[in-house]
């Protein structure tokens, strides 16, 4: 059974760090497009990383965030700086056989598997 596990949330004040990590295991395919996206009052695409590494990222976090991956430990990470109040959401890990996600960070369509989510609060 694929499982997706996100950890790695909390609270902090505007400007701080975090670093979201997800654990994946069973995932029937290798080398999947793997990505992060988040929801508040909407669902929005975060960051994605391709099996080569190339990775891509939604307009308002560019600078801010990274994507990275350990494929010995099937662990993806997102490293969060200069956290903002409008960061505040649920974060999601998510594999994207389709590939959709890594073409373009806003297109969620593709995703097939994601976890259960982390929340993310920074307040100002």
């Known amino acids: 059974q694929v499982q997706l596990v996100e950890s790695g949330g909390g609270s902090v004040q505007a400007g701080g760090s975090l670093t979201l990590s997800c654990v994946i295991s069973?995932?029937?395919?290798?080398?999947?497009?793997l990505g992060w996206f988040r929801q508040s009052a909407e669902r929005e695409g975060v960051a994605a990383i391709d099996?080569?590494?190339?990775?891509t990222y939604r307009d308002s976090v560019k600078g801010r965030f990274t994507i990275s991956k350990d494929n010995s430990k099937n662990t993806l990470y997102l490293q969060m700086n200069s956290l903002k109040p409008e960061d505040t959401a649920t974060y999601y890990c998510?594999?994207?056989?389709?590939?959709?996600?890594?073409?373009?960070?806003?297109?969620?369509?593709?995703?097939?598997?994601w976890g259960s989510g982390t929340l993310v609060t920074v307040s100002s």
């Open positions: 998510a594999t994207d056989f389709s590939r959709q996600l890594c073409r373009d960070v806003g297109i969620l369509i593709g995703m097939d598997y």
């Open positions: 069973a995932y029937p395919y290798s080398s999947p497009c």
């Open positions: 099996s080569d590494g190339k990775t």
